[in-house]
């Protein structure tokens, strides 16, 4: 089995879905986190300055999305054929939509345009993203999971987008969905993903 290295700074971000593949397939790797004055040091020699690095046996690789591809079929997490492939794909771009743009409000300044990107949120993505999901539970009948019938990179990325959703204050959001808050609810319930969530560091990204 290859030797992982995960390297991220200290917060949930970028990497967390890769902690959960990890968590969830029950392997080991190491959970590098660093501060920005070693990434300030570290940046001019990585493939294209940006994090998570996933470490291969040595060997970096970066960006989040290829990375959790790529652990999510070596875990087998990315489905039975094509077609479920194709599903999990579309399921991961539908929820970047909206997760991207929540991520990035944490950091904007200008309350103007905080107060527009909310209500985008709220108004446009919001019930688009999670509609969408509502749909894909109901399609896919009493599995439990957004694709298939055992449990995907599909269903980490939904459960990471629901968790940060009420995490930051916004669980009214989900008091039309209850669909999807009880498939957040049920993953965070799988043994190896209750343990990783109950025991990961607490930081406030």
Known sequence: MPTYKLIYFNGRGRAEIARLLF???GTK???CRIEKEQWLEMKPTTPFGVLPILEIDGKKFSQSAAIARYLAREFGMMGSNSLEQ???DE???NIKDFAVPLAELKHMTDE?????RMKKLRE?????????LTNQLVENGDTGFLVGN???LADIACFTLIHNIM?????EALDAFQSVKHHMECIGNMPAIKTWVDNRPVTPF
């Open 167 to 171: 995490s930051t204050g916004h669980s």
């Open 124 to 132: 446009d993505l919001k019930p688009k993203t999670l509609k969408w």
């Open 91 to 93: 399921a991961i771009e």
């Open 23 to 25: 968590a969830a397939s």
């Open 86 to 88: 194709l599903k999990i």
């Open 29 to 31: 790797y190491e959970d």
């Open 150 to 152: 055992k449990i995907s």
């Open 112 to 116: 103007a345009q905080k107060a527009e």
